[in-house]
């Protein structure tokens, strides 16, 4: 979908999610937890495809370097609590805060510098301020961290926090990295987990919620080439991105200006999409920053830990610099379903006149109904293959389905429906993004050949039972 073509609705979507399985509201049998979020059966899949995708080109095939040479790049799986005083080295503790104004007269709070976004909950045409009754407070910190306990008495020595970020984890095992194993700079060290914010205002779905999941690599380089290897890593993680089937139209990047930039931060820029809730703004879908030598310069003074490196060939000593691209896997997820979601006008009557994007707010042109498709990349689609009896009550058809069923799912995930017309099963599938369909009938009986049909052009074709693994493979590849 082009960056002026994106139909979708966040209400379409989140109905959509909660229709087929792919999000649920947490804890939604006691009127749910605001900022929290339950991934279903096809929710789960999508997301672990773009974390494996993501794990797949990070570290077990990592990019070349210019001499054609694999990066060094292992992974880690860090606790979410960590010693509280890590925290205090980072700088989370005394500095991790957003600017919040509340309002006295209908007791929201906002981001103060975010208040442009809102709308006045009293007068949703108006921003928080602007209607005459607001009466909003002057803007006061709140910090971000999840507090907790470790042990029996809950005290100020039993403190400690949920993990904004996985990065730290990184950095505090960096050293441990560089003793057991054979890297040398320059290298990397990625990780994928849970992090936890306590956003005051979470919002739009998926987007900004308390708990979610970070995709994060730190790439340790010489302080003289950190420059190059941030342009490097700005142009892989964009080419990542494009490589999950997002139009290049919504995405961008932007660079952060001089006043936004971190304390600690020689540049940053971020990766943006369009999405349906910021149109026609961008809104963060990635964040890759020059970090310097911050974090294992604190970490090293706080702890007394030498972190330093020491080159074995040339004896220099020198505290290496970090380049982050840090990406949202549950705002990845978000992005894939926004791409995915389409609403078209297909022929009745299943001829060839092939599907057409649905005019907004039209009826179907005679002979046409509607239909919702998730045009997911194959790759990334949680269910690869359908396999349909055409007759439920013809037991040689469901045998035989089931034969086909339990070879496929040998390879892929793969679905059985032997309930319904053809047609709506064929539409469940489309709706939940299967690329391929599989109908057995009475001419495979005769002859094992199947019908296969695609889901972005919905053309059937015939093909022979022990060609079909092989049709299939080279599709999901294509």
């Given at each position: 979908m082009s960056a002026n073509d994106k139909r979708v609705s966040l209400e379409a979507l989140v109905s959509l999610c909660k229709r087929r399985g792919f999000i649920y509201p947490a804890s939604e049998i006691y009127g749910g937890i605001n900022g929290f979020w339950d991934y279903g059966p096809l929710g789960v899949q999508l997301k672990n495809n773009i974390r494996d995708d993501w794990w797949r080109h990070m570290v077990e095939s990592p990019p070349l370097d210019e001499n054609g040479e694999p990066l060094q790049i292992v992974g880690l799986d860090s606790s979410i609590i960590q010693n509280p005083k890590a925290w205090v080295a980072s700088g989370h503790v005394g500095g991790f805060n957003d600017p919040m104004v509340d309002c006295k007269a209908c007791k929201a709070r906002f981001r103060a510098d975010q208040i442009d976004d809102y709308a006045c909950p009293r007068k949703p045409s108006k921003k928080p301020g602007e209607y005459d009754q607001c009466k909003l407070t002057e803007p006061r910190e709140f910090n971000l961290m999840f507090e907790t306990y470790v042990g029996a008495i809950k005290d100020d020595d039993s403190r400690a926090y949920l993990r904004p970020e996985t990065a730290q984890g990184i950095f505090l095992n960096y050293k441990n990295i560089l003793d057991t194993t054979r890297v040398k700079i320059p290298f990397g060290v990625a990780q994928i987990g849970k992090a936890f914010r306590n956003e005051v205002t979470p919002r739009n779905f998926v987007f900004r919620s308390r708990?979610?999941?970070?995709?994060?690599?730190?790439?340790?380089?010489h302080p003289d080439e950190a420059l190059k290897w941030y342009a490097f890593w700005k142009a892989e993680r964009m080419r990542w991105w494009r490589g999950l089937g997002i139009d290049e139209s919504n995405l961008r990047f932007r660079d952060h200006e001089p006043d936004e930039l971190a304390h600690y931060s020689d540049a940053c820029v971020d990766v943006e999409y369009l999405y349906p809730f910021t149109a026609p703004n961008f809104g963060e879908l990635e964040g890759l920053a020059h970090r310097g030598c911050f974090d294992l310069t604190q970490h090293q003074e706080h702890s007394g830990q030498k972190l330093e490196y020491i080159d074995q060939?040339?004896?220099?000593?020198?505290?290496?610099?970090?380049?982050e691209p840090a990406a949202?896997?549950?705002?990845?997820?978000?992005?894939?379903l926004c791409e995915a979601y389409a609403e078209e006008w297909v022929p009745k009557d299943g001829s060839d006149g092939g599907p057409q994007p649905a005019a907004p707010g039209a009826n179907p042109p005679d002979g046409y109904e509607a239909r919702t498709v998730m045009k997911f990349a194959p790759k990334l689609a949680p269910i690869k293959v359908a396999v349909f009896p055409l007759l439920k009550n013809k037991p040689e058809l469901v045998q035989?389905?089931?034969?086909?069923?339990?070879?496929?799912?040998?390879?892929?995930p793969c679905f059985f429906d032997?309930?319904?017309?053809?047609?709506?099963?064929?539409?469940?599938?489309d709706e939940i993004g299967t690329p391929f369909g599989v109908t057995i009938d009475f001419e495979s009986l005769e002859d094992n050949t199947v019908t296969l049909r695609d889901?972005?052009?919905m053309q059937q074709e015939r093909v022979a039972?022990?060609?079909?693994?092989?049709?299939?493979?080279?599709?999901?590849?294509?």
């Open positions: 708990e979610f999941e970070q995709m994060e690599m730190e790439w340790f380089c060939e040339t004896n220099e000593r020198y505290m290496p610099n970090v380049i949202g896997l549950t705002r990845g997820v978000l992005v894939i035989k389905s089931r034969d086909v069923f339990n070879e496929l799912r040998q390879h892929w032997q309930t319904g017309a053809i047609g709506r099963r064929y539409r469940r599938q889901r972005d052009t039972i022990r060609e079909l693994s092989a049709r299939v493979s080279a599709g999901l590849q294509a």
